[in-house]
Each structure stands twice: as C-alpha cells, then as structure tokens.
C-alpha cells in the first residue's frame, strides 16, 4: 500500500472518528432529535461522498489489473509460464487450442495466474518445474 492510500486512510479514520464523537455530544448536550437529524445529515454527506470515491476509482482504474507475474490474453494461449527457474523443453510444448474453445475471458487472474477468452494449452505455473 503506498503512503498516499495510508494517508487517506487515517484521515478517514480521524473523521470518522470526530464525526461519531460530535454527534454522541450532540446526543448528551442536546436532545435525541436534534442527533437523529445530524446523523442523518452526516449519513447523506457520507454517502455522497462515497459515491464520488467510487466513480472517481472506476475513472481511474478501468478495468481490474491482474496479478502480478500473470498471463492474461483475450485470444488463444499455446503456452503460459510464470515462476523461476523453469525448464521445459520444447518437445513438450502443445499446440494452441482452437479458437472454438471458448472460456470465460472476464476473470482477473491472480498471482502468476492465466487466463484467456481463447483456450489455454499448457499453464506452468510455480517454480524450478523441470519437463526435459
């Protein structure tokens, strides 16, 4: 997480907490319905603010990222490798599957994971896989 987000999130964390502090005083000081009515003020300004976060991450982002080290392709894979140290030799290698043979192509992969629309022929995942 870098710094920027860890900011964030103790600012938030601060409001959050001045917020429920001002309106429990506002519940002893002054009466219920005076609370009633601030909390549900601070509830739609928090909502709205919410809202905007979230577009505005949408804006950013676009699509979700896959994993790190990961194969992602919107076509056919013959082969995918992630990982150290692998050893295949090319005797091993498969042909790509037809185009036919669809899978789901919305999934992110995570984490040195393959994923394509196509077909995947041969995923090697991990490390020091030995195929000679």
């Known amino acids: 997480m870098s710094g920027t987000a860890r900011a964030w999130i103790v600012v938030t964390a601060v409001a959050a907490g001045l917020a429920s502090v ?3 005083l506002v ?3 002054a009466d219920l319905d005076t609370a009633g009515q ?3 003020v601070a509830g739609a300004v928090v909502g709205l603010l919410a809202l905007l976060v979230s577009v505005i991450a949408l804006l950013r982002n676009g699509s979700p990222t896959a ?3 990961s194969v992602q392709s919107g076509g056919v894979i013959g082969r995918a490798v992630t990982g150290d140290r ?8 498969p042909t790509a599957p037809s185009a036919s043979a ?8 995570g984490e040195r994971g393959v994923s394509a629309s196509g077909g995947i022929g041969q ?3 991990g ?3 030995e195929d000679m």
């Open 22 to 24: 001002a309106l429990v």
């Open 27 to 29: 519940a002893v000081l």
């Open 38 to 40: 601030a909390a549900s």
């Open 67 to 69: 994993g790190a080290r």
């Open 86 to 93: 692998n050893r295949l030799g090319p005797a091993s290698a």
């Open 102 to 109: 669809s899978s789901p192509g919305n999934a992110v992969p």
């Open 123 to 125: 995923a090697v995942t």
């Open 127 to 129: 490390d020091e896989n």
